[in-house]
């Protein structure tokens, strides 16, 4: 693929790396002696390692389970017509009418669905083969598994919730949450691995966003989770969907439209108590889950670049979103939001001028990497003038 690879100063990059490991070493050796002694440790079960969970893929079981109650689910809609229920797509009603069913699907045997399967699998690594270059699909998997393994926290904070938020209504919405969470890790984690390179183990960047989102108090972890996290999601798939064989992405990034929303909309409902909405002491600790984003931004640096993408246009275009969310959802207060946003502005900038000669200042939070029209519609929608 004939992407214009940005500049990026490889020295300050190697530092990143080398502050990264340390920092890594360290993060893993504290939690382990914590979690032996009883005091703490890893809250999550998960091994990003090796992409996958404490007691690894399972998938024999996935396919019994999760597989088929998805392709077995019912709609409410076709069979309660009369009922408040909408949940069926125009081709689901209209097959439900006609009771249409793919024969010649259901007439296959299990070999040549394998077969299928197979030549799928082989056609599209060939795409991705003629698409990319080895450092581009380097660079991508990359980005991805960022956020592949923020889906595996996204799924474990959303079960933590559900005793969390009130009404069946709530409850429903967080649900169906947990089964798009679900689905997008084990999506993901298919479609990284078909680049046919290693999958990077996360940073330690996202482990302390991730751990402090899923060990948060209460709602706040709808703060570390939907607001900040599925926003970088987000953010992801608007920048990378518009790529050859990434296209399933525009259904990632419709899903987490709503999870980003969640919060803004339970609220509405259960108006956060006036001492936790306006607490400066909440307020912060809110913020401390969002300063990893930094550093993780400059340690991905080196592979936005060679997709062609500003890592701090990115950067400014995520938190700009993240502020508006969290103060359209009464996590922070517009003031704060403001004064904060400066100060990730200002210090963008002093990076910049740091690591790249002649850098001049620039507003960092007017930028949108978001590629697809779709995808920028969604977000208008969700997001009004922030997007």
């Not at 599209?124 to 592949?148: C, H, M, N, W």
């Not at 640096?301 to 400014?316: K, N, Q, R, T």
């Amino acid at each position: 693929m004939d992407i214009p690879q940005l500049p990026f100063n490889r020295r300050a990059a190697a530092i990143n790396r080398s502050i990264e490991e340390a920092t890594n070493t360290a993060l893993r050796v504290w939690d382990t002696v914590l979690g032996r002694t009883g005091f703490g440790g890893r809250a999550a079960h998960y091994d990003d390692v090796h992409y996958e969970f404490i007691g690894g893929p399972s998938d024999v079981l996935r396919k019994k389970h999760y597989d088929k109650s998805l392709r077995l689910l019912w709609k409410a809609e076709p069979v309660l017509p009369w009922a408040s229920f909408r949940d069926a797509s125009d081709v689901e009603r209209q097959a439900h009418e006609r009771a249409i069913f793919d024969l010649a699907d259901k007439n296959m045997t299990g070999e040549e669905r394998e077969a299928r399967t197979r030549i799928q699998s082989e056609e599209f690594r060939a795409l991705l083969d003629r698409s990319y270059t080895p450092e581009q699909k380097r660079a991508v998997v990359s980005v991805l598994a960022a956020i592949g393994h923020g889906e595996a926290y996204a799924w474990l904070v959303s079960a933590s919730l559900m005793n969390e938020v009130k009404s069946t209504g709530a409850r429903a919405a967080l649900t169906m949450q947990i089964v798009e969470e679900a689905k997008h890790f084990v999506v993901m984690r298919e479609l990284v691995q078909a680049f046919g390179v290693p999958v990077p183990r996360q940073s330690a960047w996202e482990y302390l966003m991730l751990e402090r989102t899923l060990k948060a108090k209460g709602l706040d972890r709808f703060f570390g989770m939907n607001v900040l996290v599925e926003t970088i999601a987000l953010s992801i798939f608007g920048l990378l969907s518009t790529h050859p064989g990434l296209e399933v992405l525009r259904l990632f990034h419709l899903d987490e439209s709503r999870h980003t929303a969640l919060p803004a909309n339970y609220f509405k409902e259960f108006p956060m108590a006036e001492r936790d909405a306006m607490s400066r002491r909440r307020q912060l600790t809110r913020m401390s889950m969002a300063l990893p984003a930094l550093p993780l931004v400059m340690y991905l640096e080196p592979e936005l670049a060679v997709l062609g993408i500003d890592a701090f246009d990115f950067a400014g275009s995520v938190m700009r979103k993240t502020f508006h969310l969290s103060v359209r959802s009464g996590f922070l207060d517009q003031r704060l939001a403001k004064r904060q946003s400066e100060a990730f502005n200002r210090l963008l900038n002093l990076y910049c001028k740091a690591t790249r000669p002649g850098h001049q200042f620039k507003d960092f939070m007017s930028a949108d990497t978001t590629q697809g029209e779709k995808e920028r519609a969604v977000e208008r929608d969700i997001y009004g003038a922030a997007a």
